[in-house]
Nanobody, 120 residues
Framework: QVQLVESGGGLVQAGGSLRLSCAPS????????MVWYRQAPGKQRELVAS???????NYADSVKGRFTISRDNAKNTVYLQMNSLKPEDTAVYYC??????????????WGQGTQVTVSS
């Protein structure tokens, strides 16, 4: 059973940096668009950044200029470099990706989430 595995969360002071990583745990045929979402306590899950298989990126206005999404297609891994972190960035960050595991059917997968806490 393929899963998305995230890493890199933690506790950091305001102004600091963290880098999140996410990759499928097993063998996949292909990886489509990869997306980072986050969900803060009491709030709805929101899109943070996305990147297509060809490298086109999209960011939430709240993170533009501070966060950078990238991917390594050889490793099927997506990264989220987070700089100038603010307390309001505190949330559980989730990786999402469309994967072609077998056959011709693309499916959407979610990671288990990684906690990012920014202290003031």
């Amino acid at each position: 059973q393929v899963q998305l595995v995230e890493s890199g969360g933690g506790l950091v002071q305001a102004g600091g940096s963290l880098r999140l990583s996410c990759a499928p745990s097993g063998s996949v045929v292909s990886v489509g668009t990869m997306v980072w979402y986050r969900q803060a306590p009491g709030k709805q899950r929101e899109l943070v950044a996305s990147i297509t298989s060809t490298g086109t990126t999209n960011y939430a206005d709240s993170v533009k200029g501070r966060f950078t999404i990238s991917r390594d297609n050889a490793k099927n891994t997506v990264y989220l470099q987070m700089n100038s972190l603010k307390p309001e960035d505190t949330a559980v960050y989730y990786c999402n990706a469309r994967l072609l595991v077998t056959g011709f059917i693309w499916k959407e997968y979610w990671g288990q989430g990684t906690q990012v806490t920014v202290s003031s």
